[in-house]
């Protein structure tokens, strides 16, 4: 909400100038050019300097038009800023400024862009000032072609001859063509040389220029090179290129004719581009030089004539002729050509044939051709037999597939023709694979795929062992057709691949095994030994028999092996339980012992106590044998019926 308190300081401003006669001092100062390349971003720096500071400062860009009228492109005002619409520039253009320097941002320019532009600097007093700067925008020209005289020249004749053009295109500023001789430049010296040299103005406003060089051939200039140089301007530089070398013809009066096939070498196949070749031992000027075969008359160009994609109808034999106008004698030579050609390979019966699984097939292979031929049968990229006759005693489902029937000419390289045939044999499905598999997964979802040969191509069904289908995508092959499946599972079940066709059906099981995805968990118990006693305690007054529970613990190391984690670690729970009741019954045991507990106050009357070094025993107990030994205190053996 600056704007509208800012805008009433400003006019005050103003009249306080005007009121005091104080006016402003602006200075701009601008580069007199500034070079560029076509389609880059030109720059165009606007310094400028006044003592009000930049906050009341009006930046204006402005271009010349070709009457010498300014057209504003750019308005930076205090509190708005805006490139002029509908100009030339009203979407190329930016403004930066930074501090007292304004940077007009031209994109993408272009030589119609070669103009000149103002800076114009504003205050709030009438004061202002401007600068300006010429952008020259330069375009590099194609890279120059020649074409040289097609015909051969004379050196008899009294005018100059046409020795070749050169041109260039798209260029600016305007190139420069100099033509050269041998690394000499030639200068424009009627009527030894003569350069002529036209410019057109492209659309686009680019120039495109055309040379052409005439002179008088002499005999030693039938082995000189010419070629033109082309010279364009780059900011700030002077570069230029040459064009390619050509050579020029000069004829005089010819003893001998020859003409030869110049390629292909060896031997001549239908679709080659054949290039007959014509030369002769003099160059007559007057003479005009032709290729005949079978009545048609065929032009030379640079000695050579060149037919492409040959047929047979274009072998037979080639005369070149060498005639010299002005006495109208002629002198030629001549060569044979042959072209060979093998056609299209023909298989009987075409493109299918279907046969009875057990039944004989036969297939012929033929193609015409000028040479010997080979032939040979493919069955996937597999040789299966040789030979322009395919033979199959007794077909079966392997049998099935797509045959190529390959027909080459082993004299000629490339020569070589093809055609395929669809075996089909009719038969009951065969299903890949063992009729029972099984499969073992860690996975709750299965996929299965199941392939079947047989012609016609069978139907895949899937069910399961409690009757349920399952839905399955099927595709056909090149032999039958292939079914997967996929389905999600949670205990072990049996799937059911049926493929049939009108022959018969063929079905293959799947035993599905879940594995449950464990870890091992071993808990070894401590070894215990634990002692039998026996003892009787006799009280005075009440006889109070106290006896103990008999408690049998034989050293053992136990080994659980579980499952789960779970039920190892449930297992083991009970194990550490057992053993910390098996401490604190030990504890119990002593304390009543010692008469710490059960009321026992040591009234006891140990004189009536009848005591037996045989009332206390150890037994030990083996696996391997039923008789227990037991061992008094004392050491001594004694059978268990002396307990």
């Known amino acids: 909400m600056a704007l509208p308190d800012t805008a009433p300081l400003l006019v005050g401003l103003l009249l306080l100038f005007h009121a005091f006669g104080a006016w402003a ?163 424009n010296t009627p009527p030894e040389v003569v350069v002529t040299s036209s410019t057109t103005i492209e659309s686009s406003g680019l120039f495109s220029v055309q040379s052409e060089l005439t002179m008088k051939v002499k005999k030693e200039h039938k082995d000189a090179v010419f070629y033109c140089e082309v010279i364009y301007f780059v900011p700030g530089a002077t570069k230029m290129t040459e064009s390619q070398h050509i050579n020029i013809t000069v004829y005089y009066l010819p003893t001998e004719v020859n003409i030869w096939v110049e390629s292909p070498k060896g031997k001549i196949k239908e679709g080659d581009t054949l290039e007959l070749r014509c030369d002769n031992n003099g160059n007559y000027p007057s003479s005009i030089t032709t290729i005949k075969h079978q009545n048609s008359e065929y032009s030379v160009e640079n000695k050579t004539m060149v037919r492409t994609n040959v047929k047979r109808l274009d072998g037979g ?212 030994i634990s002692t039998t006693t026996r003892s009787t305690t006799t009280i005075s007054s009440d006889t109070v028999v106290h006896t103990t529970p008999t408690a049998t613990t034989t050293t053992s190391t136990n080994t659980i092996t579980d499952d789960t984690e779970s039920k190892g670690f449930v297992i083991a729970i009970i194990i550490i339980a057992i053993f910390l009741l098996a401490i604190l019954g030990s504890v119990l045991y002593f304390l009543y012992k010692k008469g710490r507990i059960c009321g026992r106050s040591g009234k006891q009357d140990f004189s009536k106590r009848k005591s037996s070094k045989d009332n206390i025993v150890v037994e030990m107990k083996s696996d391997n044998t039923e008789e227990a030994i037991l061992l008094g205190v004392n050491g001594e053996k004694q059978q268990p019926n002396d307990q």
């Not at 057990?358 to 015409?368: F, Q």
């Not at 597939?401 to 045939?421: A, F, R």
């Not at 299965?448 to 899937?462: D, E, K, N, Q």
Request: charged content about 20%; aromatic content about 6%; overall charge negative.
């Open 317 to 528: 034999v080639y005369e070149c002729t060498f005639e010299e106008t002005d006495n109208f004698d002629e002198i030629s030579g001549s060569t044979k050509v042959s072209v060979n050609y093998l056609e299209s390979a023909v298989i009987t019966p075409k493109d299918s044939i279907a046969v009875m699984e057990g039944e004989e097939l036969k297939a012929s292979c033929n193609a015409l051709s000028s040479l010997q031929t080979s032939t040979t049968w493919f069955k996937n990229e597999k040789l299966v037999s040789k030979g322009n006759t395919l033979s199959v005693k007794s077909a079966t489902l392997e049998t099935a597939g797509m045959y190529k029937c390959v027909v080459t000419v082993p004299e000629m390289e490339g020569m070589k023709t093809s055609s395929t045939l669809q075996v089909n044999v009719k038969g009951s499905p065969q299903i890949l694979g063992p009729d029972v598999q099984e499969v073992e997964t860690y996975e709750t979802t299965v996929n299965l795929t199941c392939s079947a040969t047989g012609f016609p191509a069978p139907t895949i069904m899937w069910t399961t062992s409690d009757g349920k289908n399952l839905n399955a995508l099927q595709t056909e092959t090149e032999d039958g057709a292939q079914s997967v499946v996929t389905f999600k599972i949670t205990s072990n079940v049996k799937v059911f691949c049926n493929a049939s066709n009108d022959f018969g059906s063929k079905v293959v099981e799947f035993n599905i095994k879940t594995i449950l995805n464990t870890t091992l968990t071993t808990i070894t118990s401590m070894p215990t």
């Open 25 to 187: 001092i602006v200075e701009v100062t601008m580069e007199d050019k500034v070079e560029v390349m076509a389609g880059e971003t030109a720059q165009i720096t606007c310094m400028f300097t006044t003592d009000e500071g930049l906050g009341g400062t009006t930046i204006q860009w402005f271009y010349v038009l070709p009457n010498k009228e300014r057209q504003r492109i750019y308005n930076k005002e205090p509190m708005h800023e805006a490139a002029e619409q509908n100009t030339l520039f009203t979407h190329r253009i930016s403004l930066n400024v930074n501090g007292t320097a304004a940077v007009l941002a031209i994109r993408d320019v272009g030589v119609r862009d070669n103009l000149e532009f103002i800076c114009v600097i504003k205050t709030l007093t009438p004061e202002e000032a401007e600068g300006r700067t010429q952008l020259q925008v330069f375009k590099s020209p194609t890279f120059p072609t020649i074409e040289a005289v097609e015909t051969g020249i004379s050196v008899n004749e009294e005018a100059p001859s046409k020795i070749g053009s050169c041109r260039v295109k798209n260029g600016y500023p305007k190139p420069n063509i100099t033509w050269y001789r041998n690394n000499m430049p030639l200068r």
